[in-house]
T-cell receptor, first 110, second 112 residues
């Protein structure tokens, strides 16, 4: 059964730093990989989707990559801002089943 | 933009009450999901549906049922609410061609 691990579980950085969030899968047969952010008490907001034929996606200051051979994905956030403070989750969204990591809680200090 | 709307953001119910959580999506997606999210346990799949009147159990279906009479609407039903069902409930719809998930704002249910 696919399991997803997100490292680190929590991260506190000063504003302006570049940072990397990691997502690892026990089964490298990942279909599509989706990154979300979740603000406290809210639903999940989709950030980036890497489809099975792709290796990375970029949106503004965010870049996500997927290495299927190692079963890993990284989310790179450039020039972090206090507004980036949230929990970030990754998801192996294949077929009818979706497998989520526990998330990385990010706090960006002004 | 895809919109997934959950009818109630906050609900307070009493033990034994029947509870309906409604979810509507406007993008004609076939797949819809209900999750609950609890601190330390992450997102857990309760039920999903891949077409009208079709449903499949997720990882924690006990104590829940679902209804999908129309493609755009997926309802979660707690037949007899219990305190251990106090949680944040999240609905999602999925674009089948890409697998991309779209979530609603969540419904926080408190059972007293």
């Amino acid at each position: 059964k696919q399991e997803v691990t997100q490292i680190p579980a929590a991260l506190s950085v000063p504003e302006g730093e570049n940072l990397v969030l990691n997502c690892s899968f026990t089964d490298s047969a990942i279909y599509n990989l989706q990154w979300f952010r979740q603000d406290p008490g809210k639903g999940l907001t989709s950030l980036l989707l890497i489809q099975s034929s792709q290796r990375e996606q970029t949106s503004g200051r965010l870049n996500a990559s997927l290495d299927k051979s190692s079963g890993r994905s990284t989310l790179y956030i450039a020039a972090s801002q206090p507004g980036d403070s949230a929990t970030y989750l990754c998801d192996d969204t294949g077929g009818f089943k979706t497998i989520f990591g526990a998330g990385t809680r990010l706090f960006v200090k002004a | 933009d895809v919109k997934v709307t959950q009818s109630s953001r906050y609900l307070v119910k009493r033990t034994g009450e029947k509870v309906f959580l409604e979810c509507v999506q406007d993008m004609d997606h076939e797949n819809m999901f209900w999750y609950r999210q609890d601190p330390g346990l992450g997102l857990r799949l309760i039920y999903f549906s891949y077409d009208v009147k079709m449903k499949e159990k997720g990882d924690i279906p006990e104590g829940y049922s679902v209804s999908r009479e129309k493609k755009e609407r997926f309802s979660l039903i707690l037949e007899s609410a219990s305190t251990n069902q106090t949680s944040m409930y999240l609905c999602a719809s999925q674009q089948v061609s890409t697998g991309e998930l779209f979530f609603g704002e969540g419904s926080r249910l408190t059972v007293l």
